[in-house]
Antibody
Framework: EVQLLESGGGLVQPGGSLRLSCAAS????????MSWVRQAPGKGLEWVST????????YYADSVKGRFTISRDNSENTLYLQMNSLRAEDTAVYYC??????????????WGQGTLVTVSS | DIQMTQSPSSLSASVGDRVTITCRAS??????LAWFQQKPGKAPKSLIY???SLQSGVPSKFSGSGSGTDFTLTISSLQPEDFATYYC?????????FGPGTKVDVK
């Protein structure tokens, strides 16, 4: 059974940093691209970033480029999102999502339960 | 960036109704289109990928169609567990983009 479990969310001041983790199980982690998607309170879904299965290719939304870094540890089956220079508009539930493919996008098939990030003073 | 629109933004329906939601892309995306269902306070659930392929475990009352710029999600006979918000998403090119969602509630 595929499981994705996010952690690391919390309250942080504007300008602060936070690192999210997504622990994966039930599939061959290194074989699949992984993504982060966020949802601000009462709003729709927003794609944040994608990392290929090998870790060689990264993609970011313009809204987070230069501030967020996606990475993975295939030996630990874990996806990360390092978030720096956080802003109030980054407040959201952050979901990790598994792609059906390793490199070329194939669509998300599994999602984690989400972790809430609140940026406020 | 590819813009995704959905119509209607909300709809009211009864159990047993056939429901159709439309999604349109601002440029052609071949069949790189997914549909998700989300209930309040829950994570999204993947329903359909490649415009018309059902994710494993998703009941056949859900179906998708379309290619290029115009797509539809159909629920053949709405059940109580289907009242939710539905999102489309294109993954033809980065940045991936989602539609604004269609909320399906009880008439």
């Amino acid at each position: 059974e595929v499981q994705l479990l996010e952690s690391g969310g919390g309250l942080v001041q504007p300008g602060g940093s936070l690192r999210l983790s997504c622990a994966a199980s039930g599939f061959s982690f290194s074989g699949y691209a992984m993504s982060w998607v966020r949802q601000a309170p009462g709003k729709g879904l927003e794609w944040v970033s994608t990392l290929s299965g090998s870790g060689a290719s990264t993609y970011y939304a313009d809204s987070v480029k230069g501030r967020f870094t996606i990475s993975r540890d295939n030996s630990e089956n874990t996806l990360y999102l390092q978030m720096n220079s956080l802003r109030a508009e980054d407040t959201a539930v952050y979901y990790c999502a598994k792609d059906k493919k390793g490199y070329n996008p194939g669509g998300f098939d599994y999602w984690g339960q989400g972790t809430l990030v609140t940026v406020s003073s | 960036d590819i813009q995704m629109t959905q119509s209607p933004s909300s709809l009211s329906a009864s159990v047993g109704d056939r429901v159709t939601i439309t999604c349109r892309a601002s440029q052609g995306i071949s069949n790189s289109l997914a549909w998700f269902q989300q209930k309040p306070g829950k994570a999204p659930k993947s329903l359909i990928y490649a415009a018309s392929s059902l994710q494993s475990g998703v009941p056949s009352k859900f179906s998708g169609s379309g290619s290029g710029t115009d797509f539809t999600l159909t629920i053949s006979s709405l059940q109580p567990e289907d009242f939710a918000t539905y999102y489309c998403q294109q993954y033809n090119s980065y940045p991936f983009t989602f539609g604004p969602g269609t909320k399906v509630d009880v008439k």
